[in-house]
Structures are given as structure tokens and as C-alpha cells.
Nanobody, 122 residues
Framework: VQLQACGGGLVQAGGSLRLTCAAS????????MGWFRQAPGREREFVAAIWWSGSGTYYADSVEGRFTISRDNAKNTLYLHMNSLKPEDTAVYYC????????????????WGQGTQVTVSS
């Protein structure tokens, strides 16, 4: 099972990026899929998650209203649209999957992808 994240980069404050996470090796029907981030010297933190049907979304307070999570199950792909980026959004972003939202909001997951670096300059 692989979760391959991409789309990170360097952007100015106020700009936008779209992260993509492509899953292979299995489908994630019945799973929440989500994004986490980890900045240098800080613990990994939950960013956003979405139920497999797309009917439920969850966001950290720090990104609510600026980030939008979505998924395309036909393509087995997860997205994170990030708008109004701030320097404090700078981190390595990871995609992940788990059956329980309480585990994800608790910064845990069964499946993890490698990270993609997002750097927001002021």
C-alpha cells in the first residue's frame, strides 16, 4: 500500500497550493483520509480529514476556512486545496488513512504517505 503525496513548493504569503495524494495497492472505502503536517521542532499535527464518501469533513481550527479537503474515489486520490497561506503553514505535509476519525484527530493513522514540503515566505 502506498500513499504518494505531491504538490508542495514555495509560495508567498497569501498564495495558494494544491496537494495531491495518490493511493495505490488498495482502495480506501470505509476509511477516513486526511492530511497532517509537521514543522521543524514541532510535533506532527492534524490538518484535515474526509470520510470515504466525502460526506464528512474535519479541519483543524488553524486552517478552517482557508483549506479545503476533497477526494476522488474513482481515482483513489486525495486533495488539499490551501488558500490564503501563511508563513506558519510552513511544514512537511503528510497524507494518511484510518478507519476512525478519533485516531486521526489524535494524530494517529494506520497508513501514512511520505511528506511533501510546503514553504510559505512572508
Amino acid at each position: 500500500v502506498q500513499l504518494q503525496a505531491c504538490g508542495g513548493g514555495l509560495v508567498q504569503a497569501g498564495g495558494s497550493l494544491r496537494l495531491t495524494c495518490a493511493a495505490s495497492g488498495r482502495t480506501f472505502v470505509g476509511y477516513y483520509m486526511g492530511w497532517f503536517r509537521q514543522a521543524p521542532g514541532r510535533e506532527r499535527e492534524f490538518v484535515a480529514a474526509i470520510w470515504w464518501s466525502g460526506s464528512g469533513t474535519y479541519y483543524a481550527d488553524s486552517v478552517e476556512g482557508r483549506f479545503t479537503i476533497s477526494r476522488d474515489n474513482a481515482k483513489n486520490t486525495l486533495y488539499l486545496h490551501m488558500n490564503s497561506l501563511k508563513p506558519e503553514d510552513t511544514a512537511v505535509y503528510y497524507c494518511a488513512a484510518d478507519r476512525r476519525i478519533t485516531r486521526m484527530t489524535g494524530h494517529r493513522a494506520d497508513f501514512w504517505g511520505q511528506g511533501t514540503q510546503v514553504t510559505v515566505s512572508s
